[in-house]
Structures are given as C-alpha cells and as structure tokens.
C-alpha cells in the first residue's frame, strides 16, 4: 500500500515538535540531565488528589456535560472574574476542554476558514501554527525581538495585518521567552485591533506564574477587547496537574457556542475525575500555586544569573518558566550548540528555533526543575562553554 498517497498531505508536511525531539533524546542518553520540558516538579496538591481517590471511590466516573460540569464551570467563573475581574456565564461562555491545547485547536478551527490568515508572535509555543494550517489557514509569524523584551510592538502588529487576516495569537506569559505583556502594553494592542473584526487567541496558561509587583492583565480586561477575545487557561502549570488533560476557554457565546460543536463530536466531555478535583484546585488551593511561584521566583534568579555568569546574554523573564538565552556569542547554530552539548555533557536544552525562525541563536532553558538538578546542569554547560571557547 502507498501510504504516501493516503496519508493526509497537510498531516505529512507537518513538522514532530522540536521540543519532544530533544526531550526523547534526553530520556535515551545515560545520567543526562533535563532542562527541556515545561513540566512542573511538584505534585499536584494533596487536596487535588484526595478528591480524585474520593470521586473513583464513589464511582463517579460517568459522561459529563460536554461543556463540562456546571460545578466547575461556575468555579472557573468566579475565577477569572477574581483574576481578570471579567465575569463569564457559566451556563453559555465557558466549555472545560482536554488541557489548554485543546481549546487552542478548538478556538482556531472555530475561527478560521480556508486562506484566513492566524497572526501568531514568534518565538512562542509550537502548535499554534501547526493547527493554523490543520484548519487550512495560514499561519504569519511576526517576530519579537529582545531588544523589546520579547513583546508584541503595536507597530509590528499593525504592518502584519492584511484584508484576510481573520485572529491574533497572543501568547503571553510567553513560552519560550519568559515574556510578559502588562497593562501598558496591552493598551497599545487594543488599540490596534479597535474597530476591526480581528478575533484574540488568548493563551493565559502561565497567568499565575508571572513575578514582580505588577500582576496579570489579560487583554479581555482592556476596554473593547472582551467581545473579541478568547481566553485560554487551564491548570497544567499553575496546580502542577498536567497528567490530568484539563483546560478551559472564556468567550462570548456566540464564539464557545461554536467551539462547542467540534467539542462535541471530536471530545465528547473532558475527563470526569479531572473535572471533579480541578473544582477543588480553583477553591481551596491558592496558597499552593503562591509556594510554587515563590519556588519558580528563586529558582528564575538563580538560574538568570548563572548562565549570565557563564557568558551568555540572558533576558530576565518576568513570566513562566523559562529562560531564553543567546547563543550567539559561541558561533554556534542552535541545533548545533544543543546536540553538542547533550552529546558531550550530557545536558538537554531545546533550540530556540524550535520556537519560530526568530528563536535561531537563542536556547530555551526549563527552570521547572529542582535546584539541584539546576545547579549540576549549570556546571556542566559552563565545562562546555570553556573548551568550546579553547
């Protein structure tokens, strides 16, 4: 059989993540240390997993609702209206997805027609223009820069917009960057898009994790912006639940009521035991999401200041939790320096452009990792800088 020719063309163009590649590599490679994935190292909360065994205890493990439990959903609600003081309905404006990438390719294919153009900031996380052209779409990256911290300028957004374009990804706290987009700035873009049918993506997954006085504005909360934007979230990073596939988008309900539909016959409803203790993650667990980001806070110093140390210019990020230095300075591709440095210190890294074009000559760096396995791998790259520079 020709499987070439049965075989999607769209699917088969499409490139494997570049993150999951370094991230196999590492798991082949003896006594390696792993600074490659966005993961936390803590547990989900105990009152998280209590529930969980109480649920499967009961036998509670039936359908939900497919825009998920209304329990939750009202807790999601009451959420965000205490994080982005934005109020959604329950009943109609919110649907509880299988992790934030769900309600990412939900919120895409909801929008996009053939040939619609997907304003997507680069480097960023790398489904976003995979899904693009999945929905027969066409991805433009617009670079950000570090001489601008890495943010979205309202001017590079404006010289990317065309007659087709149809939504904008805005991806912040930003993954791989560590960028944060604040109020001001915010402020900047809206104005941009005022007037316009131009839809926002957008991805608040790294909200709690975002440090310095100034806490996270979503551009939902900017005047004009909530009946154009989709807010996606989810309990992956901030409650340590990743193993768990639990996600959610805030819209109007015109916009869920259609994201529903594929929800539907692509989903079904998210995992029910899931659902049942992310209720218990959004009431009673906010002081464990404040020990994890005051965790992330020490660790995003040390390890900022360490590779800046070890020579290599360094952005200090004010969100997530990733560093995104510049390689630049060793004459080095990124894929070069990363596959050089797994193969003779046994340290992995992910390419910077593994993120978008833009990314080439940086590194994405995870600091979701303990201070011990951060301070061996900083020793060991700083071997590496050494006989690389002999």
Same mark, same amino acid.
């Given at each position: ?78 959420? @965000?209206?205490?994080?982005? #003081? ?7 404006? =919110? ?61 590079? &957004? ?9 939504? @904008? ?21 809206? %104005? ?8 926002? =993506? ?6 709690? @994790? ?21 807010? =996606? #979230? ?78 290599? %210019? ?21 894929? %070069?320096?990363?596959?050089?440095? =797994? ?27 303990? @201070? ?5 791998? &900083? %020793? ?11």
């Amino acid at each position: 059989m020709d499987y070439s020719n049965i075989l999607s063309k769209k699917v088969q163009d499409l490139e494997f993540s570049g993150i999951r590649k370094f991230f196999d590599i590492a798991a082949s490679v003896k006594d390696v240390i792993s600074l490659s994935v966005g993961e936390p190292d803590f547990k989900s909360p105990w009152e998280v997993r209590k529930e969980a065994v109480h649920i499967l205890e009961q036998g509670r493990t039936t359908y939900t609702a497919n825009a998920g439990l209304v329990e939750l959903r009202r807790a999601i609600s009451d959420y @965000l209206y205490s994080r982005i #003081n934005t109020r959604y309905n329950p009943d109609n404006q =919110i649907v509880v997805t299988v992790g934030g990438s769900e309600a990412i390719d939900l919120a895409i294919r909801a929008l996009v027609d053939t040939g619609d153009e997907v304003l997507v900031p680069q480097p960023s996380f790398v489904c976003y223009s995979p899904i693009v052209k999945l929905a027969n779409g066409v991805p433009v990256p617009i670079e950000t820069k570090a001489e601008d911290n890495f943010k979205l300028t309202a001017e590079a &957004l404006k010289a990317h917009i065309t007659p087709r374009t149809k939504a @904008l990804v805005l991806p912040f706290p930003n993954n791989p960057t560590g960028a944060v987009m604040r109020k001001a700035d915010l402020e900047q873009i809206a %104005e941009v898009l005022r007037g316009t049918n131009i839809a926002v =993506i957008s991805d608040e997954i790294y909200s709690e @994790l975002t440090y310095g006085k100034e806490k996270h504005t979503s551009i939902a909360e900017i005047d004009g912006m909530e009946e154009r934007t989709i807010v =996606i #979230n989810g309990f992956s990073k901030a409650y340590a639940m990743t193993g768990w596939r639990l996600g959610f988008a805030a819209a109007p309900k015109d916009i869920i009521t259609q994201m529903l539909k594929i929800h539907q016959y692509a989903i079904m409803s998210s995992p029910t035991v899931s659902q049942f203790a992310a209720i218990v993650a959004l009431t009673e667990c906010d002081k464990d999401i404040e020990y994890m980001r005051t965790e992330y806070d020490m660790r995003r110093k040390l390890i900022v200041n360490g590779v800046r140390e070890l020579g290599l %210019e360094c952005f200090e990020p004010e969100g997530a939790f990733y560093i995104f230095p510049s390689i630049k300075s060793t004459g080095m591709t990124s894929l %070069e320096f990363c596959e050089k440095l =797994i193969q003779s210190h046994k340290v992995a890294v992910v390419p910077g452009d593994a993120f978008g074009a833009g990314g080439e000559g940086f590194i994405r760096i995870s600091y979701a990792y303990s @201070l011990e396995h951060i301070m061996t791998a &900083l %020793e060991r790259m700083g071997h590496f800088l050494k006989e690389i520079k002999q």
